[in-house]
């Protein structure tokens, strides 16, 4: 494999393992706070079709991605009213939203542009550009560095920045700010943090909105930056990777982050091998490639992850005591 091969690798990594990164945070903040997240899928199926549907009629990725956010939070909220407010199931409220977002993006998609529930394809203002980094004129001399810099750091798109971006910045949100100090504090012991004065609903509220929020943004990745509109279950289940590395990475941010770039990694590989023969095995079917970073999901949930455990008050509705 020469180093071209291994930058190209590394390039569709980080692009790959952006909706991962972006699904796996969102899911931070929520289960933090005790609130177990498993509709991270149907919300990004969710704004990635409203992201795609709106920059096709509008022309606009900037509205494209506030309407994949809004529905995001909008789907987000309606979970919460369900598990937060009404205290109901928190995993079959989840399960509702997904079931939801499946039916509906393909009903709509194909009621109001009558593609078989795809939108149309975007023009160039409809979707994000790959943006090309300071310097990498300057530094495209120098051996490895250069060819580093140029094709696997920059030439991403905005939201890939952002994604990477939000992990130190979820770092500090929950381990040295206030803020982050009740958020934890209501996902292990509401109890004690009613006791204090704090409402742990519009805690856990606060916690869900920044989940709908990024989610919204991985969704739109999809369809708007990644893709060049919305197709039929175009998320392909990675809101439930996104899940797995949130568990293998033990509701922390940098470990969500390289456990992440390990799926990417994967997948770029999977796309990668699907057009090798492998030594003394030959040609490889194609399913059995794309299947490869959900077996090491299986792998990695089957006991290769040591004892996770989540927060202690997580799925739990809280009820006040009078």
């Not at 005790?34 to 549907?53: C, H, P, Q, R, W």
């Not at 004065?197 to 989610?215: C, D, E, F, K, P």
């Not at 039929?232 to 969500?256: H, R």
């Not at 992850?305 to 927060?311: C, E, H, L, N, S």
Request: proline share 5%; with cysteine.
């Amino acid at each position: 494999m020469d180093f071209q091969v291994i930058l190209s690798i590394l390039d569709a990594t980080l692009r790959l393992s952006t909706p991962l990164l972006l699904a796996c945070l969102a899911g931070l903040y929520s289960e933090r706070a005790g609130v177990f997240d498993i509709g991270l899928e149907g919300k990004m199926l969710a704004a990635a079709f409203a992201a795609a549907a709106v920059a096709a009629v509008y022309g606009s990725m900037w509205l494209g991605l506030l309407a994949g956010m809004a529905v995001s939070l909008g789907t987000t909220l309606l979970q919460g009213v369900a598990a937060i407010t009404l205290r109901g199931n928190q995993l079959i409220a989840a399960v509702a939203i997904n079931m939801l977002a499946a039916g509906l993006t393909t009903f709509l998609g194909q009621t109001w542009f009558g593609q078989g529930g795809r939108t149309p394809a975007l023009g160039p203002n409809g979707r994000f550009a790959p943006i090309e980094l300071p310097f990498v004129a300057e530094l495209s001399g120098i051996p490895i560095l250069g060819p580093l810099y140029a094709e696997v750091i920059s030439g991403h798109y905005l939201l890939v920045y952002i994604a990477f971006i939000m992990v130190p910045v979820t770092w500090f949100v929950l381990f040295r700010t206030r803020f982050g100090l009740r958020l934890r504090a209501v996902g292990e012991n509401p109890k004690a943090v009613d006791t204090a004065g704090i409402s742990v609903n519009r805690m856990r509220y606060q916690a869900i909105i920044i989940t709908g929020l990024l989610a919204g943004i991985a969704g739109a990745y999809f369809s708007i930056a990644q893709g060049s509109g919305f197709g039929n279950n175009m998320t392909a289940g990675k809101g439930y990777i996104a899940l797995a590395a949130l568990i293998f990475a033990k509701w922390k941010p940098v470990p969500a982050m390289f456990t992440c770039l390990l799926f990417g990694f994967l997948d770029a590989l999977q796309i990668r091998l699907q057009s090798a023969r492998l030594p003394l095995i030959g040609e490889v079917p194609v399913q059995a490639i794309q299947a490869l970073p959900y077996i090491l999901t299986v792998i990695l949930l089957a006991g290769f992850i040591g004892k996770a455990v989540g927060p202690k008050a997580g799925g739990v509705p809280y009820v006040k005591e009078r």
